[in-house]
């Protein structure tokens, strides 16, 4: 990712922050339930409110997860306030990134983050979906050391972020869960889960499958 991106998105990150630092005081425990919208309800060809419960749609995706290292420890040792500053600083530079590289968030939880890219198709700037995966975790981590920690470190937000990134590709189940009003749309698959524990076994790197590896775009000198 180049400098006038990264420019770009640390001051939007710090926008973010400045809208949460101004609300921080107001933070309390309360139901927030005054929106039934799932975050997936913008996946291509699967709008929430058109699927029926239990039915499903199966097609193969590029998977990226990522997750930071030793929140739960950081949470307990900053508090409930600089947590809740921490990630709005975290998550919005991260979907910038996703932005950028035309990625369809399916799902935040926790600290964590799971997007995909549709098939082999070709996605942005004549990339294809692994592409976009594999480059949207490399400037995961470059957004992190040049957008999240600095912003971190000048707001005393604590130590330094840290982050596991996981990429694969296969076979993926998309449904719809839930009851009435509370319902969301899912994806589920094998490569799913293997992308979850990639994530968790590095940090500051990104972890590809033989997948990706294998589908990544030969160079005209036939290297990958």
């Known amino acids: 990712m180049d400098n006038t991106n990264i420019k770009k998105i640390y001051k939007k990150t710090e926008q973010h922050y400045i809208r949460a630092r101004k609300a921080v005081d107001a933070i309390e425990k309360r139901a927030m339930l005054e929106s039934y919208q799932p975050i997936s309800d913008m996946f291509p060809s699967f709008p929430a409110n058109k699927l029926e419960f239990g039915s499903f749609n199966q097609k193969e995706y590029a998977v990226l997860f990522v997750d930071m290292r030793g929140s739960t420890r950081r949470a307990q040792d900053l508090g409930a306030k600089k947590t809740f500053l921490t990630m709005h600083v975290y998550f919005p530079s991260l979907l910038e990134v996703v932005k950028h590289n035309q990625g369809i968030v399916i ?3 926790g600290d964590g983050l799971m997007v995909l890219w549709e098939g082999d198709a070709i996605v942005a700037d004549g990339r ?7 480059i949207c975790g490399l400037d995961m981590l470059q957004i992190c050391q040049r957008v999240i920690n600095p912003i971190i470190q000048k707001h005393n937000l604590g130590s330094n972020v840290k982050v596991g990134v996981g990429v694969t590709f296969g ?7 839930g009851v009435d009003r509370f319902y969301d749309v899912k994806a589920f698959g094998n490569c799913i889960n ?3 524990h990639y994530a968790n076994d ?5 972890k590809v499958s033989r997948e990706i590896k294998q589908r990544w775009p030969r160079s005209p000198q036939g290297a990958r």
Not at 128 to 134: D, E, H, I, L, T
Not at 171 to 177: D, M
Not at 202 to 206: A, E, F, G, K, L
């Open 202 to 206: 590095v940090t500051d790197r990104v």
């Open 194 to 196: 293997i992308a979850s």
């Open 128 to 134: 294809n979906s692994v592409q976009c995966a594999g």
């Open 107 to 109: 799902d935040m939880m």
């Open 171 to 177: 076979s993926v189940i998309v449904t719809k869960i």
